[in-house]
DNA sequence: GAGAAGATCTCCT
DNA sequence: GGAGATCTTCTCA
């Protein structure tokens, strides 16, 4: 499959939510010596800094989210539950936190490996939860921190043909404070989006 | 150092 | 629909 350039760091120096809304339909590639993973990016939410109590960033710095402070287009990878990896792009100029949440992506290529990852019923849910994606695409702790703005392992790029499709903003899901923003963003119809959260939507 | 919480997923009822 | 799994990170004493 032919990839275009990764998204230059000016595309991720902007307002987070803009960005969030600008980053669905782009493509997630996944490079390793297994082979390369492709995903489309169907579905994400936007987490700001100290005036966003749902966002890690809300505390200020520590060890665990010094990535979210730092240069804009790195990749933002943390535990949770014990069990599961997510992964975040930075956004804003260096010094501003702010991060988006990949929710879902629905895979355009390397099928069989992210399969060998993470079998799934169907190619629906190989990839429709954080969890779920990352798993998919063999994202650990190891990716984060990584520049998703240079052709390395890791890294976000246009497709090869702009699709158009309809924005849906929503609440954010699986949080408590702050969940009233709307600040979730997916595509309208797309059936790789989260289904549990697709329920939740209150336009 | 201990305890609690957590941007989730899957299994079981 | 509910609860357990399981471990990192942070807060507080």
Redesign the pocket.
């Known amino acids: 499959m032919k990839l275009a350039a990764p998204l230059p760091r000016s595309f991720y120096e902007r307002n987070t939510v803009v960005v969030a809304r600008k980053l669905l339909g782009k493509l997630l590639v996944k490079r390793s010596d297994d082979g390369v993973i492709i995903g489309k990016i169907v579905e994400d939410?936007a987490?700001g800094g100290r005036d966003d109590p749902?966002?890690?960033?809300y505390?200020?710095e520590?060890?665990?989210?010094k990535v979210?402070f730092g240069k804009p287009g790195l990749s933002?990878i943390?535990?949770?539950?014990?069990?599961?990896y997510?992964i975040?792009a930075t956004t804003e100029r260096e010094g501003v936190p702010g991060?988006i949440?990949i929710?879902a992506v629905e895979i355009v290529d390397g099928l069989q490996l992210a399969r060998k990852n993470?079998p799934?019923k169907s190619v629906v849910?190989l990839a429709?939860?954080?969890?779920?994606?990352t798993?998919a695409l063999g994202i650990t702790?190891v990716h984060n921190e990584l520049d998703l703005t240079t052709s390395t392992g890791l890294f976000i790029c246009k497709p090869e043909r702009d699709a158009s499709f309809e924005v849906i903003a929503s609440k954010?899901?699986?949080?408590?404070?702050g969940s009233e923003k709307p600040w979730r963003f997916y595509m309208e119809g797309n059936k790789f989006v989260?289904r549990?959260?697709a329920k939740r939507d209150t336009p």
């Open positions: 939410e987490y749902a966002s890690h960033a505390r200020g520590t060890p665990r989210n979210m933002y943390y535990f949770v539950y014990g069990n599961h997510c975040n991060a949440l929710r993470r799934a849910e429709n939860g954080p969890g779920k994606l798993k702790k954010r899901i699986g949080i408590k404070a989260s549990y959260g």
